[in-house]
């Protein structure tokens, strides 16, 4: 008799395997979010929950003025089921511009960057704080004690520590490496406007795949850096040299268990700043860490005017976080097999 437990794995492995053939594509749902349009103002980033399918919308300017209302609407942090109705709205007391949340590993807390206190918040499903890192309100290059100068987004690292990019506004150009204990262990960049392998431009995104490669989108220099999970540099994907795959400016990226990455060009070509989300296949080994892959492009969906940063769910679906569209939403991309 098949344990519970092995019919599960066969059928995620079922599940991936079909993934990873070319015979999908993704169609926009337009019941996602159960909400009025106009109800967001500068959604940042989404973030979706594993264990629960919780999906986190972060929005730049959820506390503006919101301190004395009730609506889950207007705050920081705003939660639906995986339907797209509203559950609650969180993180008053400790954002004031959210720009990247990640869903801890656990499924059990949050991570959010935040451009204007230049802190990374990690806090509870229900917006209760566990630990801030950073020095609130006061930007700056120091380690000792740490300081960012807005920090932008998180990934995680094998060991239970996590990864900070910090430079939004192109100052300190360096990705830093905490352990679970929320002590720094690592610097890579740091070099103002670097260019040079290992250095950054404005690093914007980050995320790591199942081997734990660390792929930081390294805005302005117009390439994807690629490191393992000690820091070494291994590569990169390039816009010059993988125009037709990535673009020519990566704007957001994100690695999907379901062997997908996905990711926004935010310069389709020198004339136009129309954003393109493309959906890659993930090439890397899962035995070499030397080896990422080839950047291999499989889909190129419509043309989102603002999209910025994203997340996916285990079935493979897309949200896309659009920041100044008007109205600013997130936007739900179901993954369907081609006919």
Request: with cysteine; hydrophobic share 35%; net charge negative.
């Amino acid at each position: 008799m098949v344990s519970s437990s092995s019919s599960f794995l066969l059928v995620l492995l079922l599940f991936v395997t079909l993934c990873s053939s070319s015979g999908l594509h993704h169609v926009l749902d337009p019941t996602f979010p159960r909400v009025l349009a106009g109800s967001f103002t500068d959604v940042s980033d989404v973030a979706v929950n594993p264990l629960n399918g919780e999906v986190y919308l972060a929005q730049r300017s959820g506390s503006t003025g919101s301190a004395n209302s009730s609506s889950p609407l207007t705050a920081p942090v705003v939660v639906f089921d995986a339907q797209g109705n509203l559950l609650r709205g969180i993180g008053r007391e400790l954002l004031l511009s959210p720009h990247g949340i990640k869903v801890d590993p656990s499924g059990q807390s949050l991570w959010v960057t935040d451009t204007q206190t230049h802190t990374v918040v990690h806090m509870s499903l229900d917006g209760f704080l566990l630990r801030e890192v950073g020095t609130r309100g006061v930007p700056g290059g120091n380690l000792q004690p740490v300081q960012f100068s807005e920090p932008t987004d998180v990934a995680f690292a094998k060991d239970g520590g996590f990864w900070v990019s910090d430079g939004n506004d192109g100052h300190n150009n360096r990705v830093l490496r905490f352990d679970s204990t929320y002590e720094l262990i690592n610097v890579l960049g740091g070099v103002a406007n670097g260019s040079e392998p290992g250095q950054f431009y404005q690093p914007h995104a980050i995320t790591t795949d199942a081997m734990f490669r660390l792929y930081v989108s390294d805005r302005k220099n117009f390439r994807i850096a690629i490191f393992d999970d000690a820091g070494g540099y291994l590569g990169e994907w390039n816009g010059e040299k993988d125009f037709g795959c990535m673009g020519a400016y990566p704007e957001g990226l994100r690695y999907c268990p379901t062997r997908r990455w996905f990711l926004f060009d935010g310069k389709v070509n020198a004339t136009t700043s129309e954003r393109l989300l493309r959906v890659l296949n993930y090439t890397g080994s899962d035995s070499d860490v030397s080896d990422f892959g080839a950047c291999q492009l499989l889909e190129n969906l419509e043309p989102a005017p603002d999209a910025h940063l994203c997340s996916c769910d285990p079935q493979g679906n897309l949200y896309v976080a659009e920041l100044h569209t008007l109205p600013s939403t997130c936007a739900r991309y179901l993954q369907q097999p081609s006919v």
